[in-house]
């Protein structure tokens, strides 16, 4: 099983940046594509941004060129570096893996981090 540990929440003033770090560990040799999701109160968790192993990035469509998704594959990190963040950022970040490798064995589960509360308010 892959394990996936966020960090870096934390409360900010609006237009203000965050960085968030998630550590992947689990034994495995390789991560397809690794994520970050968030879900605000009384919403669905949706897909903030991906990178698959090969560099390829997908943003939602609110991002707008404010947050970059970046992935250390020999550190088995992903970021997510967070700019000019308003109030509507608000939610529950969480880390998301999907498609790994291990000797001979490839696992297509989804795998999830606990979560770090980011919190954009004056």
């Known amino acids: 099983q892959v394990q996936l540990a966020e960090s870096g929440g934390g409360l900010v003033q609006p237009g203000g940046s965050l960085r968030l770090s998630c550590a992947a560990s689990?034994?495995?040799?390789?991560?397809?594509?690794m994520g970050w999701y968030r879900q605000a109160p009384g919403k669905q968790r949706e897909l903030v941004a991906s990178?698959?192993?090969?560099?390829?990035?997908n943003y939602a469509g609110f991002v707008k060129g404010r947050f970059v998704i970046s992935r250390d594959g020999a550190k088995n990190m992903v970021y997510l570096q967070m700019n000019s963040l308003t109030p509507e950022d608000t939610a529950v970040y969480y880390c998301?893996?999907?498609?790994?490798?291990?000797?001979?064995?490839?696992?297509?589960?989804?795998?999830w981090g606990q979560g770090t509360q980011v919190t954009v308010s004056s």
């Open positions: 998301h893996s999907k498609g790994v490798w291990y000797r001979g064995i490839y696992d297509s589960q989804d795998y």
């Open positions: 990178v698959a192993s090969g560099g390829n990035t």
């Open positions: 689990g034994g495995f040799l390789s991560i397809d594509a």
